[in-house]
């Protein structure tokens, strides 16, 4: 008897969240002499838990699952919800109930480190009972700190995001020459500096802003900073900077911690905001010059505006991979990237296992990281370039973007 298709989507969302979803779907109803039904969990495994799903089907007959592609956000919605260590937890036989009475057999999840940690869980709890229902982790996170995978879906979109938008605040800054200036751009990425290192793509020759760049892979010294910056506004009186949100003094305590009480997440994640905020008081009270800092927030994972078709391509594809390898045999794996060697930029895709991936960061390599921790290098560059190539006609009304909307 043929067996459904369940996916959600968990974590926060990025521009292409949605692409690795109609990945999925797409691939999974061409495939309907494999598959019964293509279900979508609503808000997740905690909408799951609460029975909460949708047929997925009337999407593709509607059009609306093309709109979907190139809608951001997390058009099923979201969760954070962490399932138990223990294994025995009584939820784990609950989930499987309902995967028996849905007839599901196929278990999909588009998310980051802690939607991995969910599909090892699942998929290590269905061998201990001798469930044959198959989960794959379809990647995705802006922050690029997924091990054994080159990089993840939504990354190059909000890396050209952060490069194009710290370009134009520097253009914005120069237009003024008569006295010194210093504008702090803070940029998402907890211990991770990938996103914050795509800022050095925004220079249009050597020596142009952002001037300083500073990633949490490195300890950061405050009064190095200033030093840095006092030294750095003799030549540019315009000055940009790129700071990672978890710049920290290397021993565990993060800068914005100086300023301020920090709360935690579901997931115990410490949410950072501030760090831009402490600095640009900082530089006003030693330096005295005009300074003011700009958080990115949420822009970086919800422009559309910027997609870049390889990262697009990139997330359906994966999409569309894990469904022929779910269908192939494998389980309690994570659909991987793996870049070809040579100058010319190629992928191809891979199953890991999610056991390994989760629970664990990639961070940028040190070595990419130059200037005693103030620059990126070029390898970063050679690394980043190809992944924000294209651009996407985003569908419009009105003059508007039109996105998909469930109801």
């Given amino acids: 008897m043929k067996k459904s298709v ?16 109609y990945g999925v779907v797409k691939e999974a109803l061409e495939r309907e002499s494999s598959f019964d039904k293509v279900y979508g969990m609503i808000n997740g495994i905690e909408g799951f838990l609460n029975g909460r799903i ?24 979201s969760c954070r919800y962490k399932l138990p260590e223990d294994l025995k937890d009584p939820v784990y036989p609950k ?7 849905y007839g599901i057999g196929f278990f999909f999840y588009i998310g980051g480190n802690d939607s991995m940690d969910t599909v090892s869980k699942l998929s290590r709890y269905a061998e201990s009972i001798g469930s044959e229902v198959r989960f794959i982790g379809i990647p995705k996170t802006i922050d690029n700190d997924l091990v054994h995978t080159d990089h993840t879906p939504g ?5 050209k995001y952060v490069a194009s938008t710290v370009r134009e605040i ?22 991770a500096g990938w996103l914050t290192a795509a800022g050095v793509l925004a220079r249009k020759y050597e020596g142009d802003n952002p001037v300083l760049i500073y990633l949490p892979e490195t300890a950061f010294d405050t009064d190095r900073f200033i030093q840095d910056v006092e030294k750095a506004l003799e030549k540019t009186p315009n000055l940009v900077v790129c700071i990672s949100e978890g710049i920290n003094d290397g021993k565990g305590a993060f800068i914005c911690e100086l300023a301020s009480d ?5 997931f115990g994640h410490k949410m950072l905001t501030g760090s831009g905020k402490y600095l640009e008081n900082l530089v006003k009270e030693r330096l005295g010059v005009k300074v003011r800092s700009i958080e990115l927030n949420v822009n970086q994972r919800c422009s559309s505006s910027m997609l870049s078709a390889v990262d697009l391509t990139e997330a359906a594809e994966s999409g569309a991979y894990g469904v022929g390898a ?15 060697p040579g100058k010319e930029y190629g992928l191809d895709y891979a199953a890991e296992d999610v056991t390994l991936i989760c629970n664990k960061e990639k961070t940028v390599p040190l070595e990419w990281i130059t200037r005693d921790g103030a620059d990126i290098g070029q390898e970063f560059i050679d690394y980043a370039l190809p992944l924000i190539q294209g651009e996407v006609e985003v569908p419009s009304e009105n003059g508007l973007p039109l996105f998909a909307y469930r109801r």
Avoid: C, W
């Fill in 6 to 21: 369940i996916v959600g989507q968990s974590g926060g969302p990025t521009a292409v969240i949605n692409a690795s979803l």
């Fill in 54 to 77: 949708m047929d997925m089907k009337p999407l593709e007959q509607s059009g609306e699952l093309e709109l979907i592609r190139t809608t951001p956000g997390s058009y099923l919605g």
């Fill in 95 to 101: 989930l499987f109930e309902k995967f028996d009475e």
């Fill in 155 to 159: 990354y190059g979109s909000a890396a």
């Fill in 170 to 191: 520097g253009v914005d800054a120069s237009v003024y020459d008569n006295k010194k200036s210093v504008t702090i751009v803070e940029i998402m990425g907890r211990h």
């Fill in 262 to 266: 920090v709360g935690v997440d579901t």
């Fill in 326 to 340: 779910a269908l192939a045999g494998e389980t309690g794996k994570m659909v991987s990237f793996r870049r070809r």
